[in-house]
């Protein structure tokens, strides 16, 4: 069956809408969560409120990958969004703390269906030639989100009761769903004996996130990184990965299958992606508080100076088709992380000249610009290296890696960002001038160990083969 025009826009607005839901989740919650803390009495759980979702996502973006190939992707986007609703539903009628963080891991395991399948459909649906455009209008449904998810939340909690945040979803969630069983086109999978589901690597990746969501979550906080809990679990985590490599070896039908690891024009972009999402934390976690803290901006006033990546970001990604199509996925991508890598030694400037709000605005796009540019010349590069029934797997991978970068980066940063805000600043009797050392300080260390990373991506980068821009595409109708 092909999916004509007016069909594919009615399907890309469903897209647009199961993404949505899953971009507003988390700022959402994250503003309303002092009224959940008071409501169920749940403070000292409050880090895994967010952790539960994110570790529900971040291991199962691969599953829904390996799921895509193998059942189709409708089925896939159908049953994550239906499964998002259920946990969103049941988040709303949580008892305790225990009941919301459980909920929210369902909720999580719904979400990570948007993760890597709607940017496998739009491979699906679109030309390289068009992807740029697309992946422009997903980003700017992120950016959307980070700017009203903090208002609608806040909203919500204040007027009316921290459990609407979750109902809301419900309108805009059953819409797509109808879209999606209405305009997704019926797939034409092949018969296969191989497609034995790998329940033994699927536990192995479960606790090895679990392990390494624990260990960022509990260490540096609750125990100290010295500590023997904290080095009983990194060895914990260290057998249970080895592990799991020699399990999905053997496999049948691996989730993450060898081939992915084996070839370096997919292998490489993963660890590059793992670089960005570690990166992307810096600004999102601590810009704000730096722009409260030493320039003695209000908390709207704070989160504006981040709207330059916001918009730099779509912006950018609406260029970066006609970048990798006259120069190469390669040299677009390297383009985009050479931009990122200036754009962070000029914040590390700015915060040692104290230099006005203004200039963190523009340094702050042009971080923007340099991840609009990466990151669909890496994904549309890896993505036109396979065919139909591989596209899911490799775009999950790449989701799977940028997600464990972004997790690893939240912990590392704070981590930073406290030891640095602490060391070598004099006690005073000025609180408020101690107060912004620590956190110029702070923030400084943060920015150039992302600089660090940025220049290991760029290295990776260097290293990846020239993949032409074009695709072996197979439309969505059929894998052959």
Not at 12 to 17: I, R, S, V
Not at 318 to 333: C, E, H, I, K, P
């Amino acid at each position: 069956m092909t999916i004509g025009s007016a069909g594919r826009h009615a399907l890309l607005a469903a897209l647009l809408l199961v993404m949505f839901l899953a971009a507003m989740d988390s700022s959402v919650t994250a503003t309303a969560a002092p009224q959940i803390m008071d409501d169920l009495n749940g403070g000292a759980a409050f880090s895994w409120l967010f952790a539960a979702y994110v570790l529900a996502v971040t291991v199962s973006v691969p599953l829904y990958g390996k799921l895509a190939d193998n059942h189709g992707r409708r089925l896939v986007l159908i049953g994550g969004t239906a499964l998002f609703l259920m946990g969103s539903v049941l988040c709303a009628i949580s008892w305790s703390m225990p009941s919301l963080i459980a909920f929210r891991f369902v909720q999580g395991l719904g979400a990570g269906a948007t993760q890597g399948t709607v940017q496998t459909v739009v491979g699906d649906l679109y030309e390289p030639r068009e992807r740029g455009r697309i992946q422009a209008v997903l980003a700017s449904v992120w950016s959307v989100a980070a700017v009203a998810g903090p208002a609608v939340g806040g909203a919500v909690a204040q007027y009316g009761n921290w459990r609407g945040i979750f109902l809301l979803n419900l309108a805009p969630g059953l819409v797509a769903v109808w879209l999606l069983v209405r305009r997704f086109p019926a797939e034409n999978i092949r018969a296969s004996t191989s497609k034995a589901a790998d329940w033994r690597g699927a536990l192995g990746l479960f606790l090895c996130c679990v392990t390494l969501m624990t260990l960022l979550v509990q260490v540096g906080t609750a125990w100290p990184w010295q500590s023997a809990p904290s080095g009983l679990l990194f060895a914990v985590l260290l057998v249970l990965i080895v592990a799991t490599v020699r399990t999905e070896r053997r496999a049948i039908e691996p989730i993450v299958p060898g081939w992915v690891w084996r070839r370096r024009e997919l292998a490489l972009p993963g660890v590059a992606l793992g670089c960005l999402g570690v990166i992307m934390t810096a600004p999102l976690l601590l810009l704000p508080a730096y722009a409260q803290s030493v320039m003695g901006l209000g908390p709207t006033a704070a989160a504006a100076v981040l709207a330059g990546m916001t918009f730099g970001w779509p912006a950018a990604a609406m260029f970066s088709s006609r970048l990798y199509l006259r120069v190469g996925f390669r040299d677009a991508a390297l383009t985009g992380g050479v931009t990122v890598a200036v754009a962070l030694a000029a914040t590390v400037s700015l915060i040692l000249s104290g230099a006005p709000a203004t200039l963190f605005v523009v340094a702050s796009a042009l971080l923007g610009i340099g991840l609009g540019l990466l990151q669909p010349a890496l994904l549309v590069g890896v993505q036109a290296t396979v065919a139909w029934d591989g596209r899911g797997v490799v775009t999950a991978n790449l989701m799977f890696c940028r997600e464990i970068g972004q997790s690893v980066g939240a912990a590392l940063f704070a981590a930073l960002f406290n030891a640095a805000g602490n060391h070598g600043i004099a006690v005073d009797t000025d609180c408020a001038a101690v107060c912004e050392a620590r956190v110029a300080a702070g923030l400084q260390h943060v920015y150039l160990a992302g600089g660090g990373f940025a220049v290991a991506m760029v290295l990776l980068l260097l290293m990846m083969p020239r993949i032409p821009p074009r695709s072996p595409m197979a439309r969505i109708e059929s894998r052959t």
